[in-house]
C-alpha cells in the first residue's frame, strides 16, 4: 500500500518513521514544518487541492493523520486556527479518501469528554462533553469525517509523550534534574501513551486494511472495520503519579515532587478530572496489545538516555 502520514514531524509522525522502518509499505511523509536532514514532503492540509494533488500522484490508498492543533490553553483564543487545523483538514483529507477509495487513520483525543462526571473508563459511544475548544475542534473533526461517508478508523487517544519534541515527559525529566521541589496536580487522572506503542497499533490496522484490499475487499466500499476506537496504554494515574516514576525510571532522586490540586495552576480551560478510556474494542476488533504505561515509560527513558 502507499500510506500517506500527516504532522510527519511531530511525536507520533515521527515515530511512524520508526515503524515504517520495518513495513513493506511505501510510506509518503508529510509536514509544514521542514526538518534538515529528514525526508518530508511539504503539505499544507488545509488546501483541499493539495490534498487531492498528492494522493493521486502518489497513488495513496490510506492516510494517517498525525497533524493536529494541540496547544489547549492557546486554542481558547486561537478558534478559527484551532478549527481550521482539528476539523477542517481531517474533512479535507477524509473528502479526499472518499474520492479514491481509501481510508483515513485519524487521531483524536481524550479531550472529547470532560464536562460530565464520570468515574469508570470512557467508551467509544459515551457522548462528547469537551470543557474547551481543543476538546470541540477535535470532536466537530470526528463529526466531519464521520459525515464524508469514507472508510475511517478514529483513535482517540490519551496524554502523549516520545522521545520526539515537546511534551509533558521530556518536560519532567529536565524539571525533576534541576528543581529543588516540584508540585504536581493528583486530581486529574488519565493513562499515559508511549506515541511508538500507538504507531504500533496504527500498523496493525494498516496491516488489517491492507489485507482486506488484498482480498479485492477494500475497493469495493465499506471498510468492515470502519468506526471509532480508543487508545492508550494500559492502567490508570494521577499527572502527580506519572511524574514520580519518570523521575524514578531516570534515577532523578534530588527533587521533592508534591501532590497538589489543579486550582493552584489555574488554566484557560477545565481539564477532564477523569479521562481513563476504555481500550476494550480495540483490542476485540484488532488484536491490538496494549502495553502497561510503567513498562513503555521505562523504553521510553532508556531511549532518551541513549540518544
Known sequence: MNILVTGANGQLGNEMRIVACGSNDRYIFTDINQVEGVETTFLDITDMEAVRSIVAEERVDAVVNCAAYTNVDAAETNVTLAEKLNADAPENLAKA??????????????????????????REDQKGTPTGVYGLTKLHGEERIIATGCKYVIIRTAWLYSEFGKNFCKTMLNLTATKPQLKV?????????????????????????GRQMQNGEGQRGAYSKTGVYHYSNEGVCSWYDFTKMIAEYSGQSGCDIQPCHSHEFPSPVKRPAYSVLDKTKIKEVFGVEVPYWTDSLRKCIANLKNV
Open 97 to 122: 479518501m472518499k474520492e479514491v477509495g481509501g481510508l483515513l487513520v485519524q487521531i483524536s483525543t481524550d479531550y472529547v469528554f470532560g464536562a460530565e462526571p464520570y468515574n469508570t473508563p470512557c
Open 185 to 209: 496536580v493528583f486530581d486529574q487522572v488519565g493513562t499515559p501513551t508511549y506515541a511508538l506503542d500507538l504507531a504500533r497499533a496504527i500498523e496493525v490496522i494498516l496491516a488489517d486494511y
